[in-house]
């Protein structure tokens, strides 16, 4: 097993990956940047490095800071978290040749994977079902127009190295194509550097349905079920839960099992998340592999009572998978909201500034991932998401009456956050029929603010 761990991320992630680290027994640093001197990652850590400067650019994705860091202190692994350098398939081959392990895939699963265009090739080549859409990338404006009318209306336009719903556009009618087209790759160049494009059937209302998967290096590969993450504002997930009550017990083994192949069909090793579109009539189809551990991984270790990140450390330390699918059950209902710190009557926009005071809920099967406290300045420089409310109740209804109740009790002062909007949704009549798709903030959020 690792004697010490650096974690190359900040925030709520940095802590819960801390934790877990504590409980095995292993030594664990931590890596800021300036304004994060006083974040909560670099006081629960045993040790840590100062990176650089406030943009993330110059630390949290600063490579080079990061690798120095983990050589001069000795650390035999690195966990990357999400965002930042997690799906940096450079960053896990250099750590790789530093002779220090990068918890997650290998650098040739993260950039095969990392290209939404070629895993979707890849996944038809192995049976998975994909979205009907171009057959590799066009950035061609005449030729994707070409694949746009053979396709179908309406279309959604997608970057190869999109993320976090961004470098997409919808197209309804071709005459708005030449915009969409042009605004989602100017986008995805500003957002990624890079503007290959890609095009796909645009699924109408269709719910967002991703399964866990867990493989480790001696073949073994389980799904952990799913999570169904479409409660979402501007292409990205605000509420999850698990299970998805969409989901028949035949149609989940189908899509496990799809979920499975995936993982098998491209080697991969370690945590990872299948995510899929269902459509009305129960068809669903590939969209993208996230390689990493994703925000909302603790849905699942509150159904399964599996903890992701121990498992994720297992693995990567060559420790086979210590169960088998037969031995995952799915026990009970679980619901996260994630906490920002925006304005959603402007657009989400985010509203960074003091914790001047705060209360956090607390209580029977209440789980809250956060790095804030009392007195905290959240800086402007890095997501807007500032703590993950998490209830477990032995059924769906049960959890919405918990979340509720979290949301009622929850006081944040200083800065302005979502969780009214969030309140109001887990009070709204067809979230909890389960009448809802990856629409519903959109079509509901005038209602639901006013
Ligand atoms: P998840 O399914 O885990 O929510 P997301 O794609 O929303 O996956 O991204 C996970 C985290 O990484 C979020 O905090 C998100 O804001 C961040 N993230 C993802 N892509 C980017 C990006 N291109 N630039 C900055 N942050 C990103
Ligand atoms: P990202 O890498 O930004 O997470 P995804 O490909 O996972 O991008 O798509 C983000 C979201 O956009 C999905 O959760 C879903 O709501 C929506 N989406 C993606 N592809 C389609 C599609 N073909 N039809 C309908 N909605 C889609
Ligand atoms: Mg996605």
């Given at each position: 097993m690792f004697r010490k761990i650096l974690i190359a991320n900040r925030g709520e992630i940095a802590v819960r990956i801390i934790r877990t680290c504590k409980e095995l027994g292993i030594e664990t640093v931590a890596v800021y940047s300036v304004p994060d001197k006083t974040a909560l990652h670099v006081q629960l850590a045993d040790q840590a490095v100062c990176i650089g400067p406030a943009k993330a650019a110059d630390s949290y994705l600063n490579m080079k800071n990061i690798l120095q860091a983990a050589t001069s202190l000795g650390c035999d692994a690195i966990h990357p978290g999400f965002g930042f350098l997690s799906e940096n398939a450079t960053f896990a081959h250099l750590v790789e040749q530093c002779g220090i392990t990068f918890i997650g895939?290998?650098?040739?699963?993260?950039?095969?994977?990392?290209?939404?265009?070629?895993?979707?090739?890849?996944?038809?080549?192995?049976?998975?079902?994909?979205?009907?859409?171009?057959?590799?990338?066009?950035?061609?404006?005449?030729?994707?127009?070409?694949?746009?009318?053979?396709?179908?209306?309406?279309?959604?336009?997608?970057?190869?190295?999109?993320?976090?719903?961004?470098?997409?556009?919808?197209?309804?009618?071709?005459?708005?194509?030449?915009?969409?087209?042009?605004?989602?790759?100017?986008?995805?160049?500003?957002?990624?550097?890079?503007?290959?494009?890609?095009?796909?059937?645009?699924?109408?209302?269709?719910?967002?349905?991703?399964?866990?998967?867990?493989?480790?290096?001696?073949?073994?590969?389980?799904?952990l079920g799913e999570r169904d993450c479409s409660i979402q504002r501007r292409n990205q997930k605000m509420i999850e839960e698990a299970p998805s009550k969409a989901l028949t017990p035949q149609l989940r083994e189908q899509m496990g099992q799809a979920a499975v192949l995936a993982a098998k069909a491209s080697g991969y090793q370690n945590a990872g998340t299948v995510e899929f579109v269902l459509d009305k009539h129960h068809n669903f189809y590939f969209i993208e592999m996230n390689t990493r551990i994703q925000v909302e991984h603790p849905i699942t270790e509150m159904v399964t009572g599996v903890d992701l990140i121990r498992e994720q450390i297992r693995i990567a330390a060559k420790q086979p998978l210590p169960f088998t699918q037969a031995d995952i059950h799915l026990n009970g209902h679980a619901i996260e909201c994630r906490i920002n710190a925006e304005d959603p009557q402007n657009n989400f926009a985010p509203c960074p500034g003091v914790i001047k005071s705060m209360h956090l809920p607390g209580g029977m099967g209440v789980r809250i991932d956060t790095a804030i406290y009392q007195g905290y300045q959240i800086p402007p420089y890095y997501d807007s998401m500032i703590a993950k409310f998490i209830v477990h109740a032995p059924n769906r209804l049960q959890a919405i009456r918990k979340m509720r109740r979290v949301l009622e009790e929850v006081v944040i002062e200083g800065v302005q956050t979502n969780t009214d909007l969030l309140y109001y949704i887990m009070h709204d009549e067809d979230y909890v029929k389960g009448l809802f798709d990856t629409s519903f903030i959109e079509k509901k959020l005038d209602k639901l603010v006013n």
């Open positions: 895939p290998s650098a040739e699963v993260i950039s095969m994977m990392g290209n939404k265009s070629q895993a979707r090739r890849l996944m038809m080549e192995h049976g998975v079902p994909v979205v009907p859409g171009s057959n590799g990338s066009v950035n061609d404006l005449n030729e994707a127009r070409a694949i746009a009318d053979q396709i179908g209306y309406p279309v959604l336009i997608k970057a190869s190295a999109g993320g976090g719903g961004r470098g997409m556009r919808k197209a309804f009618e071709p005459h708005e194509f030449e915009q969409a087209f042009l605004t989602a790759k100017a986008e995805a160049k500003a957002c990624f550097g890079d503007d290959d494009m890609y095009i796909e059937k645009l699924i109408v209302e269709p719910k967002h349905i991703e399964f866990q998967i867990l493989a480790d290096s001696f073949g073994n590969v389980v799904h």
